[in-house]
């Protein structure tokens, strides 16, 4: 059925920057397709999906911000996944403040020196407070199984053999339990850092080709829209923090980075950064 039955318009926060491209690009009619404390997801007849969130929450590309108020207006109705929604009834956005992903520099020069010590002092800050039951645990059964694939990786991407490499990369798609599972988490945080380490436009796209592809069939369609979204360039504001952080920043930067990606699942923050810190090294041995 579709549901219209709020008195006025929700006028959303924040938008991310590719919210307005969906809404324009459908007939504004989208589908309630999963329910949480602090989330509702709405999937559109291409399989995306739009997030709303309360503010506090960090954003991304697909994601829109209301007020707590608000937020707690529309969770209180009766809501029912599969329900669809008219988005231009529901929500107004034109005054919405856009957050657009953040620039990559290539005039900012990487000091390798910085970057090095920033590592080695992220790498201790995940083994001290990261969650170890998915990709970050040396004894967990997912890195286990993926030591052996990034290994592989490895040695494709030092020989410049990105398609290759992109095709072991996938092979951690849909890996582990969860709403999005640990492999999937991991890939998010190498992508991230190789866009942030600036990476070519061709190479990215020759690593993350299956991922946009032929992700869908191997996890579910939320991790999907994570993976297809970042195989993009785009990421969660917290990510891109992360990432940055160890690039360009400092101990204190890394540090408040770091407790913010804390706060993504219960071992999502911490497979992401295992992702980023991985990539960032991979990277940095091509340099």
């Known amino acids: 059925m579709i549901t219209t039955k709020l008195h006025g318009t929700i006028k959303a926060l924040k938008v991310g920057e590719r919210v307005g491209y969906l809404l324009n690009n459908t007939d504004s009619k989208l589908k309630i397709h999963s329910i949480f404390d ?12 739009i997030t709303l969130l309360p503010e506090s929450y960090c954003i991304g590309p697909q994601g829109i911000i209301l007020d707590h108020k608000e937020f707690s207006k529309f969770k209180s109705m009766e809501l029912n996944v599969m329900d669809l929604w008219d988005f231009s009834e529901l929500l ?26 920033n590592k080695e002092y992220f790498h201790k800050l995940l083994n001290q407070s990261g969650n170890k039951n998915g990709m970050l645990g040396k004894t967990s059964i997912y ?39 640990s492999g999937d988490d991991f890939i998010i945080g190498v992508m991230a850092s190789f866009k942030f380490c600036g990476m070519k436009k061709e190479t990215f796209a020759d690593l993350t080709e299956l991922i946009i592809n032929k992700a869908k069939s191997k996890t579910n369609i939320i991790s999907f829209n994570i993976l297809r979204q ?39 923050g911490s497979d ?10 991979e990277a940095m041995n091509l340099s």
């Open 92 to 117: 107004s956005i034109e005054e919405a403040e856009v957050v657009s992903r953040k620039p990559l520099d290539n005039s900012i020069p990487i000091d390798m020196f910085r970057v090095k010590a």
């Open 143 to 181: 890195r286990k199984y993926a030591e052996p694939i990034l290994e592989e990786f490895s040695n494709l991407f030092i020989d410049r053999k990105y398609k290759e490499a992109g095709q072991k990369l996938f092979e951690l798609v849909g890996l582990g339990p969860g709403l999005t599972p």
């Open 230 to 268: 970042g195989a993009l360039g785009g990421f969660l504001e917290w990510i891109e923090d992360m990432a940055l952080s160890v690039i360009h920043g400092n101990y204190e930067d890394i540090e408040k980075a770091f407790k913010n990606m804390l706060k993504i699942g219960s071992s999502s």
């Open 38 to 49: 602090h989330a509702v997801n709405f999937i559109d007849r291409n399989d995306w999906i």
């Open 272 to 281: 992401i950064s295992a992702g980023i810190l991985f990539g960032i090294e």
